[in-house]
């Protein structure tokens, strides 16, 4: 029974494929022999003829995979099961954030006592909030006021809502960048998706983030046409161009701890400060996913010999 079952299950599974196949096959002939169903059907068979002569006499046949470039991977400090954060990182990666992308990106979800994580002390988060000046109330009067923000105030938006930030951009709204480094990953593709199991490799969305803030510069290729008011940027995931230019220049930032001051440099601190900021109990969650893979064997063990304990008088 079993095993007519399991056939009949692997009959069906080959099925599906060859089925599919089968439909494009009972296609093909229908446009090619110009023996139409419907006038519907005639319209989209003349329109995508139309394109494909179109895009031969531009030279591209077809639309290619974005993003034209995969992204490298970069040796972080917090990858594989023993990540930890680098702290010093982490506030250079801020203070990229603060000088340079906080003109244009919110990080709604990040409070400004978070940062205590990155290692400063409340009295520089209170004095660090203080420079900052949010709305507040309504007061005794039903007004909205202004005050100083404190730690519990979430790092303030460049604008006030998606409509003035699209605007002031070209008409791309900039995303919050709180979640980012989970948001974005560029697929891998097989195989090496298989061997990311192996590795451990889970740095796709820092890996993209870097590569598109390093990949501005490079002239597009023949064929690849920019729209006005957007970049070039072979890495950007969805397009060969995006609303977002260049964001950081060599020696933008002054890091008072000595690290290079390169766009290399930027692009990994604020990275790593991203991906913190999406993930902050990251490296507590790899901890304690070790002790909890070691405390599984042992008690797989442990149920083993529990289990030949318990049989062992009975006969086979
Ligand atoms: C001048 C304004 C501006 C600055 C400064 C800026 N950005 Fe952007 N950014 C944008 C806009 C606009 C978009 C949306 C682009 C689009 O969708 O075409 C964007 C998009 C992005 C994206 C998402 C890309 C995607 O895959 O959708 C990331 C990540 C990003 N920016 C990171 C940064 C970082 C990090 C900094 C600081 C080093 C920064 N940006 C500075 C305007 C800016």
């Known amino acids: 029974m079993k095993k007519t079952l399991s056939v009949l299950l692997a009959a069906g599974i080959a099925y599906l494929p060859l089925s599919a196949y089968a439909q494009d096959g009972a296609q093909e002939p229908v446009a090619a022999t110009g023996d139409v169903a419907s006038p519907e059907d005639a319209g989209v068979v003349a329109v995508e003829e139309e394109h494909a002569a179109e895009a031969a006499e531009e030279g591209h046949a077809e639309t290619p995979h974005y993003p034209l470039k995969k992204p490298e991977e970069v040796d972080w400090s917090f990858d594989g099961p023993f990540g930890t954060w680098d702290l010093a990182q982490l506030q250079r990666g801020f203070q990229v954030y603060r000088e340079v992308c906080s003109a244009c990106h919110s990080m709604n979800f990040v409070a400004f006592r978070n940062l205590e994580a990155l290692g400063y002390s409340e009295d520089q988060i209170s004095s660090l909030a203080g420079e900052y000046t949010v709305q507040d109330g309504p007061d005794d009067t039903g007004e909205m006021f202004e005050r100083p923000a404190v730690g519990s105030d979430y790092l303030p938006a460049p604008y006030p809502n998606p409509q003035a930030a699209a605007a002031s951009n070209n008409g791309a709204v900039p995303p919050d960048l709180s979640l980012i480094a989970k948001a974005r990953a560029v697929e891998r593709g097989f195989p090496t998706f298989v061997f990311d ?35 070039y940027n072979p890495y950007f995931i969805s397009s060969a161009a995006l609303a977002m230019p260049q964001p950081i220049y060599e020696d933008q930032v002054t890091y008072s701890d000595g690290a290079p001051q390169t766009v290399e440099q930027y692009s990994r601190d604020v990275t790593a400060f991203l991906m913190w900021a999406a993930e902050p109990h990251m490296t507590e969650r790899k901890a304690t996913g070790f002790v909890t893979m070691i405390f599984l064997i042992v008690f797989a063990v442990l149920l083993f010999l529990v289990k030949r304990r318990v049989w062992a008088s009975t006969p086979h």
Do not use: K
């Not at 820092?206 to 501005?216: M, N």
């Open 197 to 231: 199991i192996f590795t451990q490799y889970a740095e796709a969305g820092p890996d993209y983030i870097h590569a598109l803030l390093t990949g501005y510069g490079e002239e597009p290729p023949a064929g690849v046409q920019v729209m006005d008011g957007t970049y």
